[in-house]
């Protein structure tokens, strides 16, 4: 999970968003409302990842040790 410095994602070092945000919603249907803005990040050695941050507050009953304190997710690493 990427933390953050000085409000930017960090994951084996700095990383430097190259596309985004993708803003995906879904649950308006239902109730379980949820936003993402996506992002396509490079870390310091070339490779890519796949980011997220949450775009709404949290559920209740989410305490921000079980989603991350930094608001970035990673949710998965290219090739």
Excluded: K
């Excluded at 308006?28 to 775009?55: C, K, M, N």
């Excluded at 040790?65 to 290219?78: C, D, I, P």
């Amino acid at each position: 999970m990427p933390r953050t410095e000085s409000g930017a994602p960090v994951y084996q070092g700095a990383l430097a968003l190259t596309a985004g945000p993708e803003r995906i919603e879904a649950g308006w249907w239902d109730s379980g409302l949820a936003g993402r803005d996506y992002f396509i990040a490079a870390t310091p050695e070339g490779a890519l990842v796949w980011i997220y941050r949450e775009r709404l507050p949290l559920s209740r009953g989410a305490n921000e040790e079980e989603v991350g304190a930094s608001g970035w997710f990673l949710h998965g690493r290219f090739g």
